[in-house]
C-alpha cells in the first residue's frame, strides 16, 4: 500500500505562484510513474504533468512553459511548481503514483488540494 497527502494549495492573485507538495509513504518499490492531475466540478479529471523514474516529463499543453514537476527521492516527494498562474488553473488538485504493468499496475492518488487563481 502506498499513502498520499498533497499540501501547498490555496488562493493566488493571476500572475502569481504556488508549489504543491506530495509526500509519499509506503511500499514505493514498484512505483514508476509519478504525477498532477486536477479536476473541476462536473469536469473529469485531467492529466497536468507527469515524470517517470527515468527524469522523463511530460506536460499538458495548457501548462507547458508555466508548470515544472519534479521529484526528490530522498525525501519521497513530488513537487509542481505552478507560475504565471490564470484563473482556468483554479481547480482541485490531485497527485498519483503508479506502476507500468509489468509491475503489477498499481495505482494510487492522494486526497486532493485545491488552488484557487482570483483577484
Do not use: H
Amino acid at each position: 500500500q502506498v499513502q498520499l497527502v498533497e499540501s501547498g494549495g490555496g488562493l493566488v492573485q493571476p500572475g502569481g505562484s504556488l508549489r504543491l507538495s506530495c509526500a509519499a509513504s509506503g511500499n514505493l518499490f514498484s512505483i514508476n510513474n509519478m504525477g498532477w492531475y486536477r479536476q473541476t466540478p462536473g469536469k473529469e479529471r485531467e492529466l497536468v504533468a507527469t515524470i517517470n523514474t527515468g527524469g522523463n516529463t511530460n506536460y499538458a499543453e495548457s501548462v507547458e512553459g508555466r508548470f515544472t514537476i519534479s521529484i526528490d527521492n530522498a525525501k519521497k516527494s513530488m513537487y509542481l511548481k505552478m507560475n504565471s498562474l490564470k484563473s482556468e488553473d483554479t481547480a482541485d488538485y490531485y497527485c498519483r503514483v503508479w506502476s507500468s504493468m509489468a509491475l503489477g499496475g498499481y495505482s494510487y492518488w492522494g486526497q486532493g488540494t485545491q488552488v484557487t487563481v482570483s483577484s
